[in-house]
């Protein structure tokens, strides 16, 4: 087995905070088991040791180590935030959509197409740009 590249040395505080963190019972497993490792780490537990209390994998131990030592308690606990675009329609524009809808369609259209609707959006300048399938998702989310 390699030498530890991260080692754990928690702060009185820290390690106070991890304590009352797993007692509270108000927290995601997930960040309840990182604290444990981080506590058990701290003890200078072997990995092998604190992957069989946990029941979880010595990547997992490595990398909440890594966490730790690289971005401190409140990285090692959390995740970092997961990529993605952000929400092209807030309530406001979801809202004017609806009511979109539920009006006459334009004089030369039988219905609302989701097509119709999205051009309608970029028309009205509440957005720069939609696709028909993020039209069609605030319809489905609505009915």
Wanted: proline letters at 3%; hydrophobic letters at 35%; charged letters at 35%.
């Amino acid at each position: 087995m390699p030498a530890r590249k991260y080692h754990v040395t928690l702060t009185k505080n820290e390690r106070a905070d991890l304590i009352e963190l797993t007692k509270s019972g108000k927290v995601s497993a997930r960040k309840m088991k990182r604290a444990l490792i981080l506590l058990r780490a701290d003890e200078k537990r072997k990995d092998k040791d604190i992957i069989a209390a946990l029941n979880t994998s010595r990547s997992t131990v490595e990398r909440i180590r890594k966490r730790y030592v690289e971005g401190g308690l409140e990285k090692a606990l959390n995740d970092d935030p997961r990529p993605g675009a952000r929400r092209k329609l807030d309530g406001r524009v979801e809202a004017y959509l609806i009511a979109l809808t539920c009006s006459n369609p334009p004089d030369d259209h039988d219905h609302w197409t989701l097509r119709l609707l999205a051009d309608k959006l970029v028309e009205a300048e509440l957005v720069e740009s939609i696709s028909h399938e993020a039209v069609r998702q605030v319809l489905k989310k609505i009915s």
